[in-house]
T-cell receptor
Framework: AQSVTQLDSQVPVFEEAPVELRCNYSSSVSVYLFWYVQYPNQGLQLLLK??????LVKGINGFEAEFNKSQTSFHLRKPSVHISDTAEYFC?????????????FGAGTTVTVRA | NAGVMQNPRHLVRRRGQEARLRCSPMKGHSHVYWYRQLPEEGLKFMVY????????ESGMPKERFSAEFPKEGPSILRIQQVVRGDSAAYFC???????????FGPGTRLTVT
């Protein structure tokens, strides 16, 4: 079984400032890692994913994340946020060697960007 | 190619009634997942289906909940005799058989009064 912990439930940040959202996971098997964004009253949109290879992955909207196997972390960063980045962000994992790929999600981090 | 469609987007039911939530996967996607998002919580896996088969229902409550994905038509999540604790957002996601990546629908927000 897998579990995901998002260490910050709320992150207020000023426009054009950097932001980091922290995610740690626990799993007895190798996993794929994902970050999703959810805008109010909408579904989830994939921001980026780590499958294998380079530990620094780049996604849409200027986001990037770094996979750290020894610390079992997958933190999300953006160097300069916009008002439009106000949303809820979810870290998720799925087993990489399985035939179902069901996702286990963290509880989410609400990012509020202020002018 | 239209995305994953869910309807209704909002559903209000009184306690004891039945709720039927529909999910039309993306064209060419034969794998469907249902997730539930309770207030202030992340999404929790409920069930994974392929056409006409339930593959994994380990996240489904044992009573009152059922899911199907028939050969033709949308996937249906059915909740019988709803209770207030069923109030949540229910999301459907789909993928092809060759890919791990799931695409999410906009969700159905169920309110039980």
């Amino acid at each position: 079984a897998q579990s995901v912990t998002q260490l910050d439930s709320q992150v207020p940040v000023f426009e054009e400032a950097p932001v980091e959202l922290r995610c740690n996971y626990s799993s007895s098997v190798s996993v794929y890692l994902f970050w999703y964004v959810q805008y109010p009253n909408q579904g989830l949109q994939l921001l980026l994913k780590y499958l294998s290879g380079s530990t620094l992955v780049k996604g849409i909207n200027g986001f990037e994340a770094e996979f750290n196997k020894s610390q079992t972390s997958f933190h999300l960063r953006k160097p300069s946020v916009h008002i439009s980045d106000t949303a809820e962000y979810f870290c998720a994992v799925s087993p990489s060697r399985s035939n179902d790929y069901k996702l286990s999600f963290g509880a989410g981090t609400t990012v509020t960007v202020r002018a | 190619n239209a995305g994953v469609m869910q309807n209704p987007r909002h559903l209000v039911r009184r306690r004891g009634q039945e709720a039927r939530l529909r999910c039309s996967p993306m064209k060419g996607h034969s794998h469907v997942y249902w997730y539930r998002q309770l207030p202030e919580e992340g999404l929790k896996f409920m069930v994974y289906l392929q056409k006409e088969n339930i593959i994994d229902e380990s996240g489904m409550p044992k009573e009152r909940f059922s899911a199907e994905f028939p050969k033709e038509g949308p996937s249906i999540l059915r909740i019988q005799q709803v209770v207030r604790g069923d109030s949540a957002a229910y999301f459907c996601a789909s993928r092809t058989g060759e890919s791990y990546e799931q695409y999410f629908g906009p969700g159905t927000r169920l309110t039980v009064t």
